[in-house]
């Protein structure tokens, strides 16, 4: 397998049990580039409060989208690959307010998909019972922010590959405009 050079900096983002945590570093993987895990920036207050089955607010979640952001800020030109759910618009402007290139990779499927495979992953501190209020605040990628949506029906390798594929489609130059007849 090929690898492919990218210096985006790709944020693998969607809801808890989407996969992210799989495809992050594979999709590094194959772009060559190191990944970082979004889960690793909470503060011990954020697991806590996971843990206990209570969904983050928007000022628990700050610190640790300004973790990331500095994160991509740093990888700026280089790459990388942070995995983060980035649920919200706001939370995506969040982090391209400190790496304003960064493109996303929105995992997506279907809810009954996704629930079975959180009830089968062990050790993470998710409960699948917080699955309802993830798609109640998902937003997805708006036509003006750079990315791409992602199927996880099929293996995490097929997945994986989806996923490069759209993303060398962002990279693509654009075809001339047909000359007129």
Not at 51 to 74: F, K, Q, V
Not at 110 to 120: F, G, N, P, V, Y
Not at 140 to 145: F, S, Y
Request: charged content about 20%.
């Amino acid at each position: 397998m090929d690898q492919v050079r990218t210096p985006h900096v790709v944020v693998v983002m969607g809801v808890a049990g989407t996969g992210k945590t799989t495809i992050g570093p594979l999709l590094a993987t194959r772009l060559g580039v190191p990944y970082a895990e979004a889960d690793d920036f909470h503060p011990p207050a954020n697991i806590a409060k996971m843990t206990a089955g209570t969904p983050l607010t928007d000022e628990d979640r700050a610190p640790w989208l300004d973790a990331i952001g500095s994160w991509a800020h740093g990888r700026e030109g280089l790459g990388g690959v942070v995995s983060c759910s980035a649920l919200k618009r706001s939370y995506r402007d969040r982090l391209r307010a400190a790496a304003p290139g960064l493109v996303f990779v929105h995992l997506t499927g279907d809810r009954s998909l996704i629930e079975d495979r959180m009830t089968h992953r062990q050790g993470h501190f998710m409960p699948a019972a917080l699955l309802d209020s993830q798609f109640a605040t998902l937003q997805p990628l708006a036509a003006d922010e750079a990315g791409v949506d992602v199927d996880v029906a099929g293996s995490p390798d097929e997945i994986t590959g989806r996923a490069a594929d759209a993303l060398a489609g962002l990279d693509a130059p654009a075809a001339p405009p047909a000359a007129p007849a």
